[in-house]
């Protein structure tokens, strides 16, 4: 291997030892010499520029400045153990205060009075003048000698690394001397044509300018080249790793268009289908005719109509003699499916069945009876349908609706009650962002519904601070006078949490006092009651005969209240941004204009206020995912945890490089398209990335399999 140098340990490094070695291990994951060249700085210093005083004001653009400066005094201040060293100093245009708090003996012993500096730190300011805490600092005559410290990485590193000597500065310093070892050993990995053809820096370059810039540009084609050298072999294993599952997989041939099907379409459908729903059938029809087995995730925005879309498919397994099964995550939404499907498929003689927990004995043992005879062609249910009980006489289709509530265990237990794996569909509202979908999920399938039905209402959102909560008041008693309802919801993250569950207990309250009875009704449901309580109260607002439902997110799955035009969000600064977008789509399901209040702190953080501002701004789902990645990162992604690790990318961000990312997928779809194995000798640099990944990952690249 050319590459040996960067396997060598760290430990075998000067001045790093067992010690220091292990805990780069588990503070960084950094073990080896290839590990921290990896570890690229986080921020760039630039110490080539000088400031005048005058010069560094509030918002300075660089975190960090650097000026010349003659010392005129000093003073000691504060009690015994809070004592701190104040530094007065000045240049022609102004004055600064230097700041220390502990252990400043050193830095009083160094700094003479009448004397001039080159200062270095972190501005801040109090009443407008402007004071440094613990700077660096060098005596004018000596750093004119080494003026050319010029562009300064800043490594990340943690509290418990920097309290053992290895702060950014010694991180800096580290890579400095591992990359004089390394850097006559570090050979091109990827091949001529591709360098070429993208423009990408050589590999010595790029490590060295990512380490020590010596322009903007090049650290920039530096960070590219670096990033791209990671996300070519990722999409080429996903693509190679899609591709073979697309070749190997067997499954139900499904290709018969029968009666069922066509009479649906011809005499049954409420509405026409969008675009966007015809468009999905077709593929989903693609897929289960293919004699593969379909692993589709359908995603779209709620409301979008994806049910109807479900049921096509389960009418075409019909045709094909099959049984099919809709889960659902909630027995409300299961009641839903059922009424809505039943009603729909009237009078084509369709078999349904409807099987959940509270699924009285009697009818269990007929249904069970009916399902192993093959007499039920559709069974709808919640983790019900997945017990032991449960056999089917053929089943060829599971549709799951709202993904994120089923574990992978779960479904492999669905999967079981078939002889071969059945065709899969995946429904979801959440939507993945465009890099999850491309990584995390890359060897899945997905259809896309990215149309909504035509006449609906975007809802309006609205963000109000505290300090006005009467308008919100206000605008609920207006909506309620025309005859509808609302929602209030509280944040309730962990249902022990006993402050929040008082949030909801105030909240109810308020609400009582300002929508008194018998004028007003109200129904409070949070998630420490009862299933039979919680569904007694959503029934009671389903019905009108309440107006105001004042819950916990326990709602956010399921309800469905047409009458209902008003959201409200309390405390919405404390949800994720795909939370709050799921809670939105409660409202705007009838005719009505319907309306999402966010209720805030009158102080918020930037990234609250950005994320609060984005759902007033648009109500586009995947616009939102988008952000909420971008703000939150990858790691608290549902079903994500840890994805990014498990991706074994150090330098590519999945949060940030979508553009890259995609670039990364139609260069490897190119070179796939030429050399599936990768075993032109071209190629030969790819193939050996690609293993190397692989091994990493433990010998996989998938992470999404849902079936
Ligand atoms: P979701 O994607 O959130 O599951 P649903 O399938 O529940 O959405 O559909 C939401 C509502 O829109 C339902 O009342 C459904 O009947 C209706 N709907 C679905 N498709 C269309 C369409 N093409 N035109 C008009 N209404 C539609
Ligand atoms: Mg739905």
Known sequence: MIDTILNTPLKFSKG????????????????????????????????????????????????????RAKVLGFAIAGAARKQRLSVEVADSSGFANLLWFQRFAWAQRS?????????????????????????EFEPIGLSAEKSAVGVEGI??????????????????????????????????NLPEYMTQSLNLMPRVEAYEQAHFPTSSEALQRAIYRLKMEELIPLQ?????????????????????????????????L?????????????????????????????????????????????????????????????????????????????????NIAIFTGSTRKKERERILAELADGRIAILIGTHALIEDPVQFYKLGLVIIDEQHRFGVKQRAKLWGKSLQ??????????????????????????????????????????????????????FIKEQIAKGRQAY??????????????????????????????????????????????????????????VQILISTTVIEVGVNVPNASVMVIE??????????????????????????????????SNDSEKKLNAMCRTTDGFELAELDMEIRGIGDIEGTRQSGQAMNLRIANLAKDTDLLELATIEAEKILNADPNLSHPLNKPLKDLVEKMRISRGGSFSLSQIS
Not at 37 to 61: A, F, Q, S
Not at 238 to 259: C, L, P, W
Request: glycine share 8%; hydrophobic share 35%; net charge positive.
């Open 421 to 474: 794996a059945p065709h899969i569909l995946v429904m979801t509202a959440t939507p993945i962002p465009r890099t999850l979908a491309m990584t995390v999920y890359g060897d899945l399938d997905v259809s896309k519904i990215d149309e909504l039905p035509p006449g609906r209402k975007p809802i309006q959102t609205f963000l109000i601070k505290e300090g006005q909560r009467l308008r919100m008041i206000g």
């Open 111 to 135: 700094i003479e009075v009448g004397r001039e500096y080159i200062f270095f730190g972190r501005p801040s300011f109090y009443n407008g003048s402007l004071s440094i805490v613990h700077p």
């Open 155 to 188: 490594y990340s590193t943690t509290e418990i690394l920097t309290n053992e000597g290895m702060g950014t500065k010694a991180l800096y310093k580290l890579v400095k001397q591992v990359w004089s070892e390394c850097k006559p050993y570090i050979r091109e």
């Open 270 to 350: 409420p509405f026409p289908l969008t675009g966007a729903q015809k468009r999905v059938v077709k593929e989903m029809r693609a897929d289960m005719g293919s004699g593969r087995q379909m692993n589709r995730l359908l995603q779209g925005d709620v409301g979008s109509g994806k049910t109807i879309v479900g049921l096509m498919c389960m009418l075409l397994a019909l045709d094909n003699k099959f049984q099919s099964a809709l889960m659902a995550p909630t027995e409300i939404l299961a009641q839903q499916h059922y009424r809505s499907i039943s009603e729909q498929c009237e009078g084509l003689g369709v």
């Open 571 to 604: 405390s919405a600064e404390r949800f994720g941004l795909s939370q709050l977008h799921q809670l939105r789509g409660r409202v705007g399901r009838g005719a009505e204009q319907s309306y999402c209040i966010l209720m805030s702190g009158d102080k918020i």
């Open 236 to 268: 080429l294993g996903m693509t190679q790793n899609k591709r073979d599952r697309h070749e190997k997989s067997v499954g139900y041939n499904f290709e018969n268009v029968g009666n069922y099907f066509n009479r649906f379409y011809t005499e049954k």
């Open 488 to 545: 209030l919801v509280y944040p309730l993250i962990k249902e022990s949490e006993t402050m929040d569950f008082a949030n909801l207990e105030q909240g109810a309250e308020m609400i009582l006092h300002h929508f008194p009875a018998p004028e007003y009704a109200t129904v409070v449901v949070h998630g420490k009651m009862s299933n039979e309580d919680k569904d007694y109260g959503m029934r009671l607002f389903a019905s009108g005969k």
């Open 16 to 67: 790093v030892g067992v010690r220091r070695a292990s805990l780069l291990e588990s503070e960084l994951c950094l073990v080896t010499y290839g590990d921290l060249l990896t570890h690229i700085p986080i921020r760039y210093l630039d110490r080539t520029k000088l400031y005048r005083i005058n010069e560094i004001v509030e918002g300075t653009e660089n975190p960090y400045v650097q000026f």
